[in-house]
């Protein structure tokens, strides 16, 4: 085909994988599938193995592009709905266990590393691979592609991808084991419930909202503009650009004129499966006989840290706090993210805790690429 290469086309095909992976998220299949970010990587990557769009072996600009632009700016406009003044609304409690939950994770991370000594299978890239877990247990996908791409991680499109696939497992049986930490405990060790008072008033949530002309010029303007400053700080003093950009999202993210700006969550989550769909594109077929022993060694490597993270976090919050659909929200808050922790709230009928599921949710979308920059450090 003549046009195989040609940028447009081949970014049509990325939004219409973007478009079916929406689509086919909202499914039962799709749902047990992960969503639309692993669904956008599996749709793209058949694609690309089909030779309709290029791979990871004959490349093109567009990609690059999308890694280098795309993805951190995508980044910063989901930091913007990040509200700090408005966490303490959570109560301390919700805050309390979301933080020990992070370190929890954090220890997890470290205890799974030692034991299983990933780095022999793994090589250098296992700490890449255990600071993108840690970001995304404590903060979710925002976190893990921020680490991601400092370090090129991204590039490496079925270790990535398989990455992935194994965080998806591991998130849908902690979903499972969260759902019946209530009923297993409050017989074992007698709940000490308390009831976080939700506020009536109306919450404004940006990421609802339809995004607007305006809202749109100051997105496009803040989210370039931040990008360059970050890449001109980085340069003069070696802080990664990623960390000095999600440190501007968050801090102009407290602005009243920021935090009014609709359509933020929406244009950064566009942006986000345009990236993963360009993941799903350098997934080739000939690279994944790799990943049977690797895909073991992540499996194991992840699942100990949960593990590890999911005792410490029960006995720990069981001595101080036992508040047990809290406990439950709050663990899943750092390893499924703000949505799932909702969906435990609403299972257990406690309307009173998802305000603060939602904001402890962004509590770690702000702390999360730091524990993981802080985790590649230390090993």
Not at 53 to 78: C, E, H, Q
Not at 91 to 112: D, E, H, K, Q, R
Not at 337 to 343: F, Y
């Amino acid at each position: 085909m003549q046009f195989y290469s040609n940028p447009i086309y081949v970014l049509i095909m990325l939004s219409l994988m973007v478009i079916l992976s929406v689509y086919a998220g909202k499914s039962k299949i799709g749902t047990k599938l992960g969503g639309p970010a692993l669904l956008v990587i599996i749709f793209t990557a058949i694609i690309a193995n089909l030779k309709l769009i290029p791979s990871a072996s004959n490349s093109i600009n567009l990609y690059d592009i999308i890694f280098k632009y795309v993805a951190p700016i995508s980044i910063f406009y989901l930091l913007l709905n990040i509200k700090i003044s408005s966490i303490k609304k959570a109560g301390l409690p919700m805050i309390g266990l979301f933080i020990l939950g992070s370190l929890a994770t954090t220890f997890g991370i470290l205890v799974s590393w030692y034991i299983l000594s990933p780095e022999i299978t793994l090589g250098e890239d296992a700490k890449i691979i255990a600071g993108m877990l840690t970001g995304t247990y404590t903060g979710g996908s925002v976190n893990f592609n921020a680490i991601a791409l400092e370090y090129d991680f991204q590039r490496k499109g079925v270790l990535y991808a398989g990455t992935i696939a194994v965080d998806n497992v591991v998130t849908t049986i902690w979903i499972m084991v969260t759902l019946t930490i209530p009923m297993i405990f409050r017989n074992i060790w007698k709940s000490n419930r308390s009831i976080i008072k939700n506020s009536n008033k109306k919450q404004h949530n940006s990421h609802l909202d339809s995004i607007d002309f305006e809202s749109l010029i100051w997105l496009v303007f803040l989210g370039i503009t931040s990008y360059f400053v970050s890449d001109i700080i980085s340069g003069y003093t070696n802080i990664p650009s990623i960390l000095i950009l999600t440190t501007i999202g968050i801090l102009l993210a407290q602005l009243k004129f920021i935090s009014n700006l609709k359509g933020s969550h929406s244009l950064g989550i566009y942006m986000v499966y345009l990236f993963l769909a360009v993941i799903g594109a350098y997934c080739e077929l000939s690279a994944v006989d790799q990943l049977e022993e690797i895909g073991i060694v992540l499996l194991l490597f992840t699942s100990l840290a949960v593990l590890v993270h999911g005792i410490i976090f029960i006995l720990i919050s069981g001595f101080v706090y036992r508040d047990w659909d809290m406990i439950s929200i709050a663990s899943q808050a750092n390893i499924g993210g703000g949505t799932s922790a909702i969906a435990l709230a609403e299972a257990f009928d406690r309307k009173d805790l998802i305000l603060p599921a939602i904001l402890v949710g962004s509590l770690g979308n702000a702390l999360g690429t730091y524990l993981g920059f802080l985790v590649i450090y230390i090993l």
